[in-house]
């Protein structure tokens, strides 16, 4: 499975974002679909994920702000992010799992200006 994220930018404080992620190859087998991120200096941390059914699950701190749609049937999933602040700056990557094997896109930066 490969993931390709796309989406990232700068934008200012309270602006908008939508990040896009495709998954190619064996994607029959992906069961979910998820976004995390790493700000300088931070450990990777979750943002949310999608299961096969639709079923989505946010970290708390970004639910109401943070919204994932799309569809791991279509291997296609959104990150919409809301207003934004410079505290979200991190490198987003996009992750899927496949039976009991992970795979991870290669991050694309969101740069949020105060």
């Known amino acids: 499975v490969q993931l390709q994220a796309s989406g990232g930018g700068l934008v200012q404080d309270g602006g908008s974002l939508r990040l896009s992620c495709v998954a190619s190859g064996n994607i029959d087998s992906i069961i979910r679909m998820g976004w995390y991120r790493q700000g300088p200096g931070k450990q990777r941390e979750l943002v949310g994920t999608i299961l096969w059914d639709g079923a989505t699950n946010y970290a708390d701190s970004l639910k109401g702000r943070f919204t994932i749609s799309g569809s791991v049937a279509e291997n296609t999933i959104y990150l919409q992010m809301n207003s934004l602040k410079p505290e979200d700056t991190a490198v987003y990557y996009c992750?899927?799992?496949?039976?009991?094997?992970?795979?991870w896109g290669q991050g694309t930066q969101v740069t949020v200006s105060s």
């Open positions: 992750k899927a799992r496949a039976r009991a094997m992970a795979y």
